[in-house]
């Protein structure tokens, strides 16, 4: 039975992945800083720690086969410190404790790596891994830890220090979200939505399950070794059929006020309300990206993880959206 320890296994993508593996008969260790029901009535094996603490975290690496590093800062009011101290020094023990352990190492990395403009690049073109990444912004401390840590796992494979892998999801959704979901529910309480160009933009989202599915598949893929994979287009939904479903969840009917583009961005202040909600302030709210969120379509292309990966989404979205809200809706 292989062993694979998660970090950040209580949190959105680590829980999933939790479940994909015990469900595909792995033996789990989470390395968690306080004791979690949770886990331990999945039969989770859980050691104390944290992802700072190289050595914690190196002993609870002992005798695992892969390691799943999904613990990062996401949002935060701190600065570039906050992000640079959890991100990349967190990363930094993931591959000691990988090294020491033998254990593959799976980091989760981020769309944000590409950068709040070069994703869109145009009508019909779509931003593959191949993109050569260029600057960013100095504010963008978010993105920058992540294109950092990303940076060192596949420096650490390319020398041969580590087998190791990473991939890229855009914004992710699903049961036990705490960013992306409450956001939109928040905005979906209001009754009333202002939808920008009658919100049929394909929405740049992904089901928490089929990140967790992408991420067993490329530790199980020999040739995933020093690669990164967008895992960023599971299935097509624009924003207004997301936000639709999203009050099926909630069991409200959601009544839309259609804002034509021009119009959008002359009136600044719904953008900037709009994308301020559902993006927590990660994006710039001048910034083309953040009017590109709400206005066109996904920008990402996945071929690379469907073809080398066999990746094959499972959860779509008119399963995976109301169940996310629904259950946001009973825990929250």
């Known amino acids: 039975m ?3 320890l998660v970090t ?34 999945l039969g989770v094996e859980t050691t104390q720690g944290d992802v700072l603490d190289r050595d914690s975290f190196s002993r609870s690496a002992a005798g695992c086969d892969a390691i799943f590093h999904t613990a ?15 991100n990349v020094d967190g990363t930094t023990n993931a591959i000691a404790a990988a090294e020491s352990s033998g ?26 891994e191949d993109m050569v990444l260029g600057p960013l912004p100095e504010r963008a401390y978010y993105a920058r830890s992540k294109r950092e840590s990303e940076e060192l796992v596949l420096e650490a494979h390319a020398v041969a220090r580590i087998w190791a ?12 979200d705490r960013q992306f979901v409450p956001r939109v529910a928040k905005l979906l309480r209001r009754g009333i939505v202002p939808i920008i160009g009658g919100g049929r933009s394909i929405f740049s989202v992904t089901h928490a399950a089929n990140v967790a599915d992408a991420a067993v598949r490329a530790v199980m893929c020999d040739g995933a070794g020093g690669r990164a994979y967008n895992v960023a287009n599971d299935y097509p939904v624009t924003v207004r059929r997301f936000f639709v479903l999203a009050g099926e969840g909630l ?17 600044f ?18 910034s083309s990206a953040s009017i590109g969120f709400l206005t066109e379509d996904n920008p990402f292309t996945s071929e690379r993880a469907r073809r080398e990966l066999g990746w094959s ?19 929250r």
Do not use: C, M
């Open 103 to 128: 254990a593959r190492l799976l980091q989760l990395s981020s769309v944000a790596v590409y950068g709040p403009t070069a994703r869109y690049s145009g009508p019909g073109k779509k931003t593959s």
């Open 8 to 41: 950040g296994a209580t949190g959105l993508v680590g829980s999933h992945i939790v479940e994909r593996l015990l469900a595909d008969g792995w033996s789990v260790r989470a390395l968690v800083r306080s004791a979690s029901n949770d886990l331990a009535s």
């Open 269 to 286: 202040k719904v953008v900037r309300s709009t994308t301020r909600v559902l993006t927590g302030g990660r994006l710039n709210v001048i």
């Open 313 to 331: 989404p499972t959860v779509r979205p008119e399963q995976g959206i109301p169940e996310a809200f629904r259950w946001w809706k009973t825990h």
């Open 2 to 4: 292989p062993k694979a």
């Open 251 to 267: 069991g409200r009917r959601v009544r839309f006020v259609s804002i034509p583009l021009p119009v959008a961005k002359i009136a």
């Open 72 to 86: 990062a800062a996401i949002t935060t009011s701190g600065g570039w410190e906050v992000f640079r101290r959890l």
């Open 165 to 176: 892998t990473a991939i890229r999801p855009n914004v992710i959704y699903g049961p036990r």
